[in-house]
């Protein structure tokens, strides 16, 4: 790159570890850590849930699935998140509020012993910790690649380089870092893609060529389903996304909790939902024109199209600013993951295995909510190091982590609805284990050999039948539903919102 593009992004990494520096100033306590003491406008909420919903994976794997296939990615990717979403402005986006002002919760898990029981939420929390380590160490990878085309690193320093940045803004300023420097990242990542946009279409002709690319295109990258993403896929896929984009992914759900209101949780869902419709269109449109304007790229590099385009056509000074938002988007998702993971550790995990963490101080429990981010930067890092181990960035992504994220949130989402109210304990177990199995047999065909498609669907689609046939069984037979959750799901039932003097979530 040239000593421009160098200094760009030097000021880029510098702005954020000020940006988290700066934040410190919010965190008085774990409160303002986890959830920004539910102060978070909406607007802001609504961006940082849009930034941390995808990572360089989308510049990455994804961009070498629009090189070989085409408009499919917007069809199985942007198009079912943004319906997912605007899914959750009425269902699940404010419920997620209520919870931390009435019950003062600070964690996606935290209503969870109350819901069902304490076993139930440490096999949910372990779970989808476990998993967070596997998706976050992918986007490191993807990260790790963007820099190995820009700047010719090697896989482990730029990894490394990557998660001391996220680690420092993390652990310093909390949710408050993580939401401030997601909103700066998305002016940089604007910025940047208007750039590629708009230099792409001059090089293909024109404003004409958003319709006329298509025909300069193989047949098949129009179509809306093109080879492994098939219609079992996209339903599985589009399942999937429901769940994890309104609080299966915790560090989603972590947004939601930090707006004020209810009501301000829907319009953030609501600006996240049309950013996700309209803005992936922007950012694919170079992507789906690679084929193009740089064509015979082997195979092999397909994942690096993009950074190849980008670096080609651009001048110095903007492929800085483009790599800048392309690591903008990375240390935006995992360092809210860390945060979200942290949440957990620290009030669900922790201190059921180590009595002595229940009774710390704010002081002694912010420390420990630091350590325990830095111990999961870590982990992730080793993950991405050994990457190939689960089949690279993309395989980790989808054949792991997407595959295996359903059946963890089904009991958790459907949780909050009264209408599943009747699915104890029980149901969320067997449901967990059920989706597992199957995911295994799916996996390594066990017993017959299965499509990418149903390796994805089978398990979210088998634990959700599980579930629900267990709180059928418990309505046929009259068993009744737990009084403590059946309380909890008529508060958050409710419209009002509560100024946070409730009572604390394990004592209701």
Same mark, same amino acid.
């Given at each position: ?28 306590? !774990? ?85 069902? &029981? ?65 909103? +700066? ?29 298509? &025909? ?65 269109? +922007? ?10 304007l740089i064509p015979g790229i082997p195979e092999a ?40 993971? !942290?949440?957990?550790?620290?009030? &669900? ?109 089978a398990p979210t689609l088998t634990a959700l039948v ?43």
């Open positions: 790159m040239h000593l421009l593009d160098w200094i760009v992004m030097a000021a880029f990494f510098l702005s954020m570890i000020f940006l988290g520096w700066w934040s410190r100033i919010f965190i008085r306590n !774990t409160n303002d850590f986890f959830t920004g003491s539910g102060k978070m406008p909406w607007w802001l909420v609504g961006i940082s849930h849009h930034m941390s919903g995808y990572s360089a994976v989308v510049f990455t794997a994804y961009a070498g699935v629009a090189y070989k296939y085409g408009f499919t990615i917007y069809i199985w990717w942007a198009l079912p998140v943004a319906l997912a979403c605007y899914l959750g402005v009425w269902v699940f986006a404010p419920r997620w509020s209520r919870l931390r002002s009435k019950y003062r919760i600070e964690s996606p898990m935290e209503f969870i012993s109350t819901r069902y &029981d304490v076993p139930t939420q440490q096999l949910l929390a372990w779970w989808g910790v476990l998993l967070k380590i596997l998706d976050v160490g992918a986007k490191w990878v993807a990260l790790a690649l963007i820099l190995a085309a820009f700047a010719d690193m090697d896989l482990i320093p730029a990894v490394l380089l990557s998660v001391s940045v996220g680690l420092f803004y993390s652990m310093i300023g909390g949710l408050w870092a993580s939401v401030l420097t997601d909103f +700066v990242q998305f002016i940089v990542q604007f910025v940047a893609g208007i750039v590629i946009f708009c230099y792409a279409l001059v090089l293909l002709g024109g404003i004409s060529s958003l319709w006329t690319l298509w &025909d300069r295109l193989p047949p098949e990258h129009s179509r809306w389903l093109v080879g492994q993403w098939d219609e079992a896929f996209l339903v599985g896929i589009l399942l999937i996304y429901i769940l994890g984009y309104n609080g299966g992914t915790w560090n989603l759900a972590q947004r939601y909790i930090a707006a004020p209101t209810g009501k301000d949780a829907k319009k953030a869902a609501i600006l996240s939902s049309t950013l996700y419709l309209v803005w992936p269109l +922007v950012l694919f449109f170079p992507m789906w024109a690679a084929p193009i590099d397909y994942e690096k199209s993009y950074c190849i385009m980008t670096m080609q056509f651009l001048p110095a000074g903007l492929v800085g600013l483009l790599l800048a938002s392309l690591v903008a988007h990375t240390l935006a998702m995992t360092t809210s993951d860390a945060t979200a993971i !942290t949440a957990v550790l620290a009030r &669900d995990i922790v201190p059921k295995m180590w009595k002595r963490a229940a009774t710390f101080n704010e002081k002694q429990a912010l420390w420990l909510a630091r350590w325990i981010t830095l111990i999961f930067m870590i982990l992730t890092a080793l993950i991405a190091i050994f990457s190939d181990q689960f089949g690279g960035m993309l395989g980790l992504i989808l054949s792991w982590f997407s595959a295996l994220l359903g059946p963890v949130s089904i009991p958790m989402l459907l949780g909050l609805l009264p209408q599943f109210r009747r699915c104890g304990s029980g149901a969320a177990f067997a449901s967990v284990f059920t989706g597992l199995f199957v995911f295994i047999v799916c996996k390594y065909d066990w017993f017959f050999p299965t499509s990418f498609g149903i390796d994805i669907l599980v579930y629900l046939l267990l709180g059928g069984y418990n309505v046929v037979f009259g068993i009744p539903p737990k009084p403590e959750a059946v309380a909890m799901l008529q508060a958050l039932n409710s419209e009002g919102d509560s100024d946070g003097s409730s009572l604390n979530i394990q004592t209701i």
